[in-house]
């Protein structure tokens, strides 16, 4: 669906009145919708729709996840979460996962960024070098 440009700004405007000290509110954003919802102004839908891909967008931004071969010890995932949070900024959803098939090290998914210190993918980087 093509969205006007005066409907991509009111969405964003719309966004933005519902971040508070930088973070998403989610009972903003459900006032927000409802008093879109009711009011029915022109291009609500369009409005609707690119609101909806702004918040998931924000919510993807805002999720970590790290994978290790074994369970991280409580001490290592503070450090962990405290770092990320340092780089992406406050509310980032951290969760930890064991993966085996990496042999040793982390990998870390942020958002779209992606930090592989495994030995898997060394040893993948090392193989295609062959």
Avoid: H, W
């Avoid at 440009?5 to 966004?15: C, D, S, T, V, Y």
């Avoid at 009011?39 to 702004?54: C, D, H, Q, T």
């Avoid at 290592?76 to 098939?101: C, H, T, W």
């Amino acid at each position: 669906m093509k969205i006007s440009k005066q409907a991509q700004r009111n969405a964003r405007e719309l966004f933005r009145s519902c971040l508070v000290n930088g973070l998403l509110d989610e009972d903003r954003v459900r006032r927000a919708v409802t008093l879109m919802v009711e009011k029915k102004p022109r291009g609500y839908v369009a409005i609707l729709s690119r609101l909806e891909r702004l918040v998931k967008l924000d919510m993807e931004r805002r999720t970590a996840r790290v994978e290790s071969t074994v369970a991280l010890a409580p001490e290592l995932r503070e450090k962990v979460a405290k770092q990320l949070e340092n780089i992406y900024g406050k509310g980032m959803n951290v969760s930890f996962v064991q993966d085996p098939a990496l042999i040793g090290g982390l990998r870390i998914q942020a958002g779209c960024d992606l930090y592989d210190g495994s030995v898997r993918a060394r040893l993948n980087a090392l193989a295609e070098q062959f």
